[in-house]
């Protein structure tokens, strides 16, 4: 959008940097997904799935925080982005995990068929 890049002062460079630092920022939040995929699993482990699903909860709001308050500094939007992406990868991984076992015993790990209903 033109606001966002004026206040990032993207305006101002060439079409191939302005890409590749869009790019970029759009990256970051990828790579924080997958190393959050990744710790997730020894938090749960650890200390469950609930809570573990609360704390990426918090990682992500502490990460949306961050690149509301970043107002034009691209640093801290880089790193707003990377905090978002490990809560986001985290829940990812763990909420299937915490839906199958609250699934009842009946019909845990069943497949369902879409074309008999």
Same mark, same amino acid.
């Given at each position: ?6 206040? @990032? ?20 939040? +990828? $790579? ?9 699993? @020894?938090? $749960? ?6 809570? $573990? ?13 961050? +690149? ?9 939007? @880089?790193?707003?982005?990377?905090? $978002? ?12 995990? @915490? ?14 068929d879409v074309t008999r209903g």
């Amino acid at each position: 959008m033109p606001a966002f890049k004026k206040s @990032y002062h993207i305006n101002g460079l060439s079409k191939t940097a302005a890409a590749n630092l869009l790019s970029n920022i759009v990256s970051t939040l +990828q $790579a924080g997904c997958f190393f959050g995929s990744l710790l997730a699993y @020894y938090i $749960a482990d650890r200390w469950g799935r609930k809570p $573990a699903l609360l704390l990426s909860a918090g990682v992500t709001i502490l990460g949306v925080i961050i +690149q509301c308050s970043s107002d034009g500094h691209i640093s801290a939007l @880089y790193v707003g982005r990377l905090v $978002a992406g490990f809560g986001v990868g985290a829940a990812s991984m763990l909420t299937p995990l @915490y839906v199958s076992e609250n699934a009842p015993r009946a019909i845990r790990g069943m497949a369902f068929d879409v074309t008999r209903g």
